[in-house]
């Protein structure tokens, strides 16, 4: 598996010193530059599973939260805290960026 390249001077770099990059972007450039594309940027399984995850901690919480109720027990801080933190996260992975307006 090729090297991910973070930047485009990097990617400059990289077609520079590998001719068989070089002939594959000449070949087909969308389909070599896009294998070469950072994973957080182009595997969307990774944004899959961090919401995934972090639905499964507000899921958690909520539940907890509501047998502990159930039970007359105190709910713990740390419990409220780690699913209000996972509300925020999903609410921030979720919302459209500013930049996309």
Request: proline share 7%.
């Amino acid at each position: 598996m090729e090297a991910r390249v973070q930047s485009v001077s990097e990617l400059a770099v990289r077609i520079a010193q590998d001719p068989a990059l070089a002939a594959k972007i000449k070949d087909n450039p969308a389909e070599a530059i896009a294998s070469l594309a950072a994973p957080l940027q182009s595997d969307v399984w990774i944004y899959r599973m961090v919401v995934a995850a972090l639905g499964l901690a507000v899921l958690t919480g909520v539940i907890g939260a509501v047998v502990l109720a159930m039970a007359a027990k105190p709910i713990p801080e740390v419990l409220v805290a780690l699913g209000s933190a996972a509300v925020g996260a999903l609410a921030g992975l979720l919302a459209p960026s500013p930049a996309a307006r």
